[in-house]
């Protein structure tokens, strides 16, 4: 069994900045991709950034500058930097992995339960 666990959301005002946290734990072999995505109600879920175990990123246009990624792979744990936060980065941002677990041929995506983050004066 795994569980991603999101740490670090919360209310901040326009211009300030907060720091996301997903730890994996589990019978965990080895972790691929990891990334954020956040949705806001009646919106599609969308891919905020992403980060594999080599450490290349990839950051969606809204977020690059802004946002960084980073990884401890002894932690097996991501960042999520949020810098210069604006009101429509106001979201629920989910943790997402590809883990696979011991005594698994594949690995398999794994979401976390979610975080608000809430951008506002």
């Known amino acids: 069994q795994v569980q991603l666990v999101e740490s670090g959301g919360g209310l901040v005002q326009p211009g300030g900045s907060l720091r996301l946290s997903c730890a994996a734990s589990g019978s965990i072999f080895s972790i691929n991709a990891m990334g954020w995505y956040r949705q806001t109600p009646g919106k599609q879920r969308e891919l905020v950034a992403v980060i594999t175990s080599g450490g290349s990123t990839n950051y969606a246009d809204s977020v690059k500058g802004r946002f960084t990624i980073s990884r401890d792979n002894a932690k097996n744990t991501v960042y999520l930097q949020m810098n210069s936060l604006k009101p429509e980065d106001t979201a629920v941002y989910y943790c997402?992995?590809?883990?696979?677990?011991?005594?698994?041929?594949?690995?398999?995506?794994?979401w976390g339960q979610g975080t608000q983050v809430t951008v506002s004066s």
């Open positions: 997402n992995a590809d883990i696979r677990t011991l005594g698994s041929m594949r690995a398999w995506n794994y």
